[in-house]
Nanobody, 123 residues
């Protein structure tokens, strides 16, 4: 089992920044990719970005240029730096890990999920 714990969510104003963390513990994969998803009220959960084992990153167009994914392998932690936040970024944010070199946009491709952290951006 792998446990993923997100932290760093909160209530901010439009234009502010937040950094989410996703700390992994338990069983570790030799090679893995991490995805960040979000689910806004009344909408389906969607992939907004990912980082592969090799360090390549992917971003959904609506967050590209504002959000940055990074990681600290020694700490088994992945970060989502969110800048220039907008009200439409309001959602529950989830991290997920996939036992693969490659990221995926499909939820079913991820093996373990965090519990989610709420991000609320006021206008």
């Amino acid at each position: 089992q792998v446990q993923l714990v997100e932290s760093g969510g909160g209530l901010v104003q439009a234009g502010d920044s937040l950094r989410l963390s996703c700390a992994a513990s338990g069983r570790t994969f030799s090679r893995y990719s991490m995805g960040w998803f979000r689910q806004a009220p009344g909408k389906e959960r969607e992939l907004i970005g990912a980082i592969t084992w090799s360090g390549n990153t992917y971003y959904e167009p609506s967050v590209k240029g504002r959000f940055t994914i990074s990681r600290d392998i020694a700490k088994n932690t992945v970060y989502l730096q969110m800048n220039s936040l907008k009200p439409e970024d309001t959602a529950v944010y989830y991290c997920a890990v996939r036992n693969s070199d490659f990221a995926s946009s499909r939820e079913s491709d991820y093996n373990y999920w965090g519990q989610g952290t709420q991000v609320t951006v006021s206008s």
